[in-house]
């Protein structure tokens, strides 16, 4: 059992950084300008929060659906019939933590844990029904997670919102598993407990557990429907072709588009020009899309209107239908099905714990020839989550591979900290003070 919470009782050090996360989001609202000092994701995110016109102070959840309406919404929503999966994973009453489950609009379905943690979250709306988007409320970890599309965890004064600075979360989104489409998110709400390593790795693995449910009642379902065709069909009935439980034998396999490193932009044997690869990430990596303005901003940078952006989505339709991919599909932009994004399995391989396949596959930086705004901000985001796994949880010998790197190579503190973990008669020992001593003079 963990000591009961108190959002008030900061430590002086808790204070001290809350202090300094004040002071940086007072400047950055009133310079536009956020400090390169916040973790990449909580800079991008701070970012997208003033270019909301977000109001720190005033900024609450929207909470107006009907009672009866939401109530009928949510007992029908996919995630409904999965809860006894979460529940048995993550609620225990006394844990110290609340658990919530939204939908992919980041509207919170169920709210359930720490019966007093839940009667202090009722302060800030975080109850079901509540609308907790980064739209809405700016940062946080269900609503970030929802807007990256991967698992997220925001501490304390990171929140871009003040009312929640007393609370840490972890959330990561779950994906239909037929579609890839995004149904929800899961996350943990609490004291420091709640972004935890273990924490992260214990609602990835849930959300793995929920989106295996998930295929087994859609397999299920499938069984159910080509029994009751053939029935039908023995009994003198007309019925559709009976499809495979599996899945339709003919259907393709999801494309590769590499887009990290420095080789040529590919989806899966063609090359790409940059504009087209930029396009493709960028709506790999929102799933469900974006509207002609926001993506005209990500690419260009305000240098070119959304008519400068249709006349380009032309010749890509055309790329992609010469490679048998379906079309785009506008209002807003997304992809006709879900593309294997090479920078999104780092990502999830990240999410995972698994730091040396993630590393692997982690060819380099995404797009580095790029300046489209959003490129720039999602390399910056990618590199800065491999940089911060590789320091907080890999072992030396990974560690060591990621400071080879060339974005690690002169990085003094990814060098000293595989040195603290090196063993006091490691024979690699003198190779990474040498090499320190190289960083020192490089840097003057």
């Not at 609450?60 to 009672?67: F, K, R, T, V, W």
């Not at 225990?92 to 609340?98: P, Q, Y």
Request: glycine residues 8%.
């Amino acid at each position: 059992m963990q000591p009961a919470f108190d959002p008030d009782a900061l430590t002086a050090d808790a204070h001290a950084i809350r202090d300094r996360l004040l002071i940086a989001q007072a400047d950055a609202i009133a310079t536009g300008s956020v400090p390169p000092t916040l973790r990449p994701v909580v800079r991008a995110s701070w970012e997208r929060a003033i270019r909301g016109a977000i109001d720190p102070d005033r900024a609450l959840p929207s909470l107006d659906a009907d009672e009866d309406e939401f109530e009928r919404y949510r007992s029908s929503h996919a995630l409904a019939g999965v809860l006894p999966v979460i529940r048995r994973l993550l609620v225990e009453d006394d844990a110290g933590l609340i658990v919530a489950v939204g939908d992919a609009t980041g509207r919170l379905l169920w709210v359930e844990g720490d019966r007093g943690l839940r009667r202090r979250a009722e302060d800030m709306l975080f109850v079901p029904g509540a609308d907790w988007s980064e739209a809405r409320v700016g940062t946080s970890a269900p609503g970030t997670a929802l807007e990256l599309d991967r698992p997220v965890q925001i501490r304390g004064a990171e929140h871009f919102n003040r009312i929640v600075h007393p609370w840490s979360c972890t959330a990561a989104p779950v994906h239909d598993p037929e579609t890839g489409r995004v149904l929800g998110v899961i996350d943990i709400t609490g004291t420091e407990h709640a972004v935890a390593p273990h924490t992260l790795s214990l609602v990835t693995a849930t959300v793995a557990a929920v989106e295996a449910e998930l295929r087994v009642a859609g397999l299920q379902r499938e069984i159910r429907s080509t029994v009751r065709r053939s029935r039908a069909g023995a009994s003198g009935g007309s019925a559709a072709p009976a499809r495979s439980p599996l899945g339709s034998a003919s259907a393709p396999e999801s494309l590769r588009l590499r887009v990290l490193g420095e080789g040529r932009p590919a989806l899966g044997g063609s090359e790409l020009s940059g504009r087209h690869a930029e396009i493709l990430t960028l709506l790999a990596w929102h799933p469900r899309g974006l509207g002609a303005e926001r993506l005209a901003d990500l690419v260009y940078g305000g240098e070119a209107s959304a008519v400068t952006l249709r006349a380009e989505m032309v010749r890509l339709r055309r790329a992609l239908e010469a490679v048998g991919e379906p079309p785009i599909g506008s209002r807003p932009y997304r992809l006709g099905r879900p593309l294997d994004l090479d920078a999104a399995e780092v990502v999830r391989l990240l999410g995972r714990g698994a730091h040396r396949r993630a590393l692997a596959a982690y060819g380099g930086p995404l797009l580095p020839a790029s300046t489209a705004p959003g490129i720039v901000e999602l390399r910056d985001e990618i590199a800065g989550r491999v940089r911060e796994s590789m320091l907080s949880d890999a072992s030396v010998d990974v560690l060591l591979a990621y400071a080879e790197r060339d974005e690690a190579v002169l990085d003094a503190e990814v060098w000293r900290a595989a040195l603290a973990l090196l063993a006091p008669r490691s024979p690699k020992r003198a190779a990474v003070v040498a090499h320190l001593d190289r960083i020192d003079r490089a840097i003057g």
